[in-house]
């Protein structure tokens, strides 16, 4: 069984830019979720969804965005990087009765 | 507002020994709290995990205990291995809230 599938694993981008990240849930999975991981903060969530519908929002800017496609693929998107924005952003999906697996990530650096 | 702390901050134990890492959390509102284990380049593994019903689950090695009243859980690592050497996240999450909080992380190394 397929495990999640983040891309793309490493991304450099410049301040202001604008960056993607795309994540492919476990088959038959419907909820995907989204963290950044930096060393001072350490795991903090981004959002949730579930059947295209956020269900959940962490406390970040709304330069930080997301959605859920119908096949449950999901992706968020970062607009005007910041230096700050530098992080591993982590994907989990979940089963109704599972727990949360996640993929390897995406390491983000912006310059 | 950190609502889980997690202690130690890292942790070296000799191989076979115990590892032991402590968690307490403030919103008692959460009724789910996994382990993770992440490796350098992966992303967080799920250990094990325990609802506030029980006050202690066994999975291997690896143990989880709950004490509801003090607001706290440890992962208990018996025979500790080199290959247990990783970053060990204690989390939390409430019923319908979709969201897990996590500790701080442990960075343990078992040494031979």
């Known amino acids: 069984k397929a495990g999640v599938t983040q891309t793309p694993r490493y991304l450099i981008k410049t301040r202001g830019q604008q960056v993607t990240l795309s994540c492919s849930p476990i088959?038959?999975?419907?909820?995907v979720s989204w963290y950044q991981q930096t060393p001072g903060q350490g795991l903090q969530f981004l959002f949730e969804?579930?059947?295209?519908?956020?269900?959940n929002k962490g406390n970040f800017p709304g330069r930080f965005s997301g959605r859920q496609f119908s096949n449950s693929r999901s992706e968020m998107n970062v607009s005007t990087l910041e230096l700050g924005d530098s992080a591993l952003y982590l994907c989990?999906?979940?089963?109704?009765?599972?727990?949360?697996?996640f993929g390897s990530g995406t390491r983000l650096t912006v310059v | 507002q950190q609502q889980v702390k997690q202690s130690p901050q890292s942790l070296i134990v000799q191989k076979g020994g115990i590892s032991i890492i402590n968690c307490a959390y403030e919103n008692t509102a959460f009724d789910y709290f996994p382990w993770y284990q992440q490796f350098p380049g992966k992303g967080p593994a799920l250990l094990i995990a325990i609802r506030p019903d029980v006050s202690e689950k066994k999975e291997g090695r690896f143990t989880i205990s709950f004490n509801k009243s003090a607001k706290q859980f440890s992962l208990h690592i018996m025979d500790s291995q080199p290959g247990d050497s990783a970053t060990y996240f204690c989390a939390a999450e409430g019923a319908g809230s979709y969201q897990l909080t996590f500790g701080k992380g442990t960075k343990l190394s078992v040494i031979p």
């Open positions: 088959s038959g999975h419907r909820s």
């Open positions: 969804y579930f059947s295209e519908t956020q269900r």
């Open positions: 989990a999906s979940r089963s109704t009765v599972g727990g949360y697996t």
